[in-house]
């Protein structure tokens, strides 16, 4: 398989030691920048720097990789055009794909995917109601490996109902965080009889009216 794997000078300070030391005619860039935001109007502009086939660390100098170096300048601007804000995101990444002009867009993508994969993953799964932290803590046997196939599935599940069920996606909204949105499900077993999915996220989406009062 290709790989586009991020890599940071902390951790790689043989690999941007070297890439720094290069002449300007030995790193090829490429730049442009688009308009966004309709209220408030926003340049960003997109820097690429990349230099094929370096070494990825002093062990391993005939080991060459395929560095690129990534900015997102994000401008906003004001009425006459004037930028009041600027915000610079950086990454850099390792792959063994070939890194051209024609190219580098899509290894950006596909670079930056990867990330928001691990981060949204592994961040709603820890942190979103799935407590998968917790989990690894039951059993000495099998519990464990039972309980994260169960979660593993149950997100699956929440995933292809976030992306094709229209209730799901209201009752989403609705709640406005998946912790949120699981508090109220749990909630709606314990106390009512449901029947349908629909009627679960129905009552989440409008929830009934119930009074109280002893009087």
């Given at each position: 398989y290709?790989?586009?794997?991020g890599?940071?000078?902390?951790?790689?300070?043989?690999?941007?030691d070297?890439v720094?030391?290069l002449?300007?005619?030995?790193?090829k860039t490429h730049?442009?920048y688009k308009m966004?935001?309709?209220?408030?109007?926003?340049?960003?502009?997109?820097?690429?720097k990349?230099?094929?086939k370096?070494p990825l660390?002093d062990s391993?100098?005939?080991l060459?990789?395929?560095?690129l170096?990534?900015k997102?300048?994000?401008?906003?601007l004001d009425?006459?055009?004037?930028?009041?804000?600027t915000?610079t995101?950086?990454?850099?990444?390792?792959t063994?794909?070939?890194?051209t002009?024609?190219n580098v867009y899509?290894?950006?993508r596909?670079?930056?995917?990867?990330?928001r994969?691990?981060?949204?993953?592994?961040?709603t799964l820890?942190?979103?109601g799935y407590?998968?932290?917790?989990?690894?803590?039951?059993?000495?046997?099998n519990?464990?490996?039972?309980?994260?196939?169960l979660?593993?599935?149950?997100?699956?599940?929440?995933?292809?109902?976030?992306?094709?069920?229209?209730?799901?996606?209201?009752?989403?909204t609705?709640?406005?965080?998946?912790k949120?949105?699981w508090e109220?499900?749990?909630n709606?077993?314990t106390t009512?009889?449901i029947?349908?999915w629909?009627?679960?996220?129905?009552?989440?989406i409008?929830?009934?009216?119930i009074?109280?009062?002893?009087?």
């Amino acid at each position: 398989y290709n790989y586009i794997l991020g890599v940071k000078p902390g951790d790689h300070k043989y690999l941007f030691d070297w890439v720094d030391a290069l002449d300007e005619n030995d790193v090829k860039t490429h730049s442009f920048y688009k308009m966004a935001g309709q209220k408030v109007k926003k340049r960003i502009t997109y820097e690429f720097k990349w230099r094929n086939k370096v070494p990825l660390n002093d062990s391993n100098s005939d080991l060459l990789v395929n560095f690129l170096d990534f900015k997102e300048i994000t401008e906003t601007l004001d009425i006459a055009g004037e930028v009041i804000k600027t915000k610079t995101s950086p990454w850099t990444w390792v792959t063994d794909i070939k890194i051209t002009q024609d190219n580098v867009y899509q290894i950006m993508r596909g670079g930056r995917a990867r990330w928001r994969i691990e981060n949204e993953v592994f961040n709603t799964l820890k942190n979103q109601g799935y407590n998968l932290e917790h989990n690894f803590g039951h059993g000495f046997k099998n519990l464990c490996n039972n309980f994260i196939m169960l979660m593993m599935l149950a997100f699956l599940v929440d995933q292809l109902q976030e992306i094709a069920c229209s209730t799901f996606k209201k009752a989403f909204t609705a709640a406005e965080r998946k912790k949120y949105l699981w508090e109220k499900v749990r909630n709606r077993f314990t106390t009512f009889l449901i029947d349908t999915w629909k009627t679960l996220f129905d009552s989440i989406i409008n929830p009934p009216e119930i009074s109280l009062n002893s009087g």
